[in-house]
């Protein structure tokens, strides 16, 4: 019995609990903030480089009967193929709270009604800060990361932004929810205009979980770029435009 306790509270605090293996010049570190700990794997190798920052989706925050899950951890590999054939110098991937590594702030609402809380933004701007250091920081969220990531450079205006990038990114949950007809996030924070960085959004043409309708809504034309054929889960060999 107390095996398995012990098992419990190194999956929960301290190891990776969703098995898969990164590239080998990717670390795995593990950063704490005030609320969650964070799950990153980095690649960093030159100090004086910009860093792209890329922040995952929501992940698995319900199963196939519409129930929350346990653990939001993402099955789908969409962000992570994506940073992985980043060929640039300094790249990190980052997890949302909860995903891959726990936290005693763990609980359900933090993937669902949270998911864009205070305290989730918090956590994740912290680990954008301790990552970054003073370093120019590229910013691309995936999915929902693309809300948290937007509503990271609208509450840190002190962090070097160069650009900001969206992939198939959720940039207001209250059209998305309305659009489908769901639940609001009740406990989460939103935007109402876009931050003013230089960005530029990519959506999938075939996307049907964030529909190319509702991009549109926010963005300026001369920062969207249709991604033909393209499924919310799959871009395929994406190359970002990292010019600014």
Not at 61 to 66: E, M, P, Q
Not at 93 to 106: D, T, V
Not at 155 to 183: C, M, Q, R
Request: hydrophobic residues 35%; aromatic residues 14%; glycine residues 6%.
């Amino acid at each position: 019995m107390r095996y398995f306790f012990v098992l419990y509270i190194l999956l929960l605090f301290g190891c990776v609990t969703y098995s898969w293996r990164a590239p080998e010049e990717f670390m795995y570190v593990p950063i704490e903030t005030s609320y969650f700990n964070i799950a990153t794997w980095q690649k960093i190798t030159d100090n004086s480089s910009d860093i792209h920052i890329y922040i995952e989706g929501d992940g698995r925050a319900f199963d196939s009967a519409g129930r929350p899950t346990h653990d939001p951890t993402p099955r789908g590999k969409t962000l992570r193929n994506i940073a992985f054939l980043d060929s640039s110098p300094n790249v990190v991937y980052m997890a949302r709270p909860c995903q891959f590594i726990g936290s005693y702030s763990c609980n359900q609402k933090y993937w669902t009604t949270g998911r864009f809380s205070f305290e989730v933004i918090e956590a994740m701007s912290d680990a954008v800060k301790k990552i970054a250091k003073k370093r120019n920081i590229i910013l691309i969220g995936y999915s929902g990361g693309g809300l948290v990531s937007g509503l990271i450079i609208e509450k840190n205006p002190e962090i070097n932004i160069k650009k900001w990038i969206t992939i198939a990114g959720v940039l207001n949950h209250s059209d998305w929810t309305d659009y489908f007809g769901d639940s609001n996030l009740t406990e989460s924070i939103n935007m109402k205009v876009l931050p003013k960085s230089p960005q530029v959004h990519y959506a999938a043409e075939k996307d049907k979980t964030v529909p190319i309708e509702l991009t549109k809504k926010w963005v300026d034309i001369n920062d969207l770029k249709i991604i033909q054929n393209a499924t919310h889960d799959d871009f395929g060999t994406l190359k970002l435009d990292f010019s600014y």
